[in-house]
T-cell receptor, first 116, second 111 residues
Framework: DGGITQSPKYLFRKEGQNVTLSCEQN?????MYWYRQDPGQGLRLIYY???????QKGDIAEGYSVSREKKESFPLTVTSAQKNPTAFYLC???????????????FGEGSWLTVV | QQPVQSPQAVILREGEDAVINCSSS?????VHWYRQKHGEAPVFLMI?????EQKGHEKISASFNEKKQQSSLYLTASQLSYSGTYFC????????????FGTGTRLQVTL
């Protein structure tokens, strides 16, 4: 089945540790995104990538890093510089550029990160 | 700046109608609507494009007023399964590569 796979589903991080969240898609989509959602809140964009080997900061990129070495993969690293990382992280993808194209984004099932 | 949704929350009895509004301060290319159940990822409902037609999906439809930079989602004859949080997402003409989500509207449908 085509879709977006995020792993792990649940992750616990100790203070000072870096952790990496995996996101893989087999939809042949060009663009990929990472959003963060705090409990009871909306979705905020962390990073996005429209093509391989290129990515842009979203609205809350500080304390996070990404790479886009393959079209189907867009891992997110939560670094120790992110002081309050406990949240629900959602990876998404779209067929191409948004704009007025009619393309939209589809989400993976999400990863829950908790700082212990 | 994120789009503002109203109301923040609404409680309906099964069979009643609801309207959720989404307002942006920017000129828009498109508006996207999603529904999120507790603990799950948002699910895409529909997209409205600048210059496009009003969309419909079963008993859920939406409109887009480009001049006012506003969109509304219409839920008719609500069902229990409609419960969840509804988000609008907007693509503005300044940054066409990203989808910015609104503040969210929590909808609860009761018997």
């Amino acid at each position: 089945d085509g879709g977006i796979t995020q792993s792990p589903k649940y992750l616990f991080r100790k203070e000072g540790q870096n952790v990496t969240l995996s996101c893989e898609q087999n939809l042949n989509h060009d663009a990929m995104y990472w959003y963060r959602q705090d409990p009871g809140q909306g979705l905020r964009l962390i990073y996005y990538s429209q093509i391989v080997n290129d990515f842009q900061k979203g609205d809350i990129a500080e304390g996070y890093s990404v790479s886009r070495e393959k079209k189907e993969s867009f891992p997110l690293t939560v670094t120790s510089a992110q002081k309050n990382p406990t949240a629900f992280y959602l990876c998404a993808s779209s067929k191409g550029n948004l704009g007025g194209s009619g393309n939209t984004i589809y989400f993976g099932e999400g990863s829950w990160l908790t700082v212990v | 700046q994120q789009p503002v949704q109203s109301p923040q929350a609404v409680i309906l009895r099964e069979g009643e109608d609801a309207v959720i509004n989404c307002s942006s301060s920017k000129a828009l290319y498109s508006v996207h609507w999603y529904r999120q159940k507790h603990g799950e990822a948002p699910v895409f409902l529909m997209i409205l494009l600048k210059g496009g037609e009003q969309k419909g999906h079963e008993k859920i439809s939406a409109s887009f007023n480009e001049k006012k930079q506003q969109s509304s989602l219409y839920l008719t004859a609500s069902q229990l399964s409609y419960s969840g949080t509804y988000f609008c997402g907007t693509v503005d003409t300044g940054t066409a590569s990203k989808l910015t989500f609104g503040t969210g509207t929590r909808l609860q449908v009761t018997l």
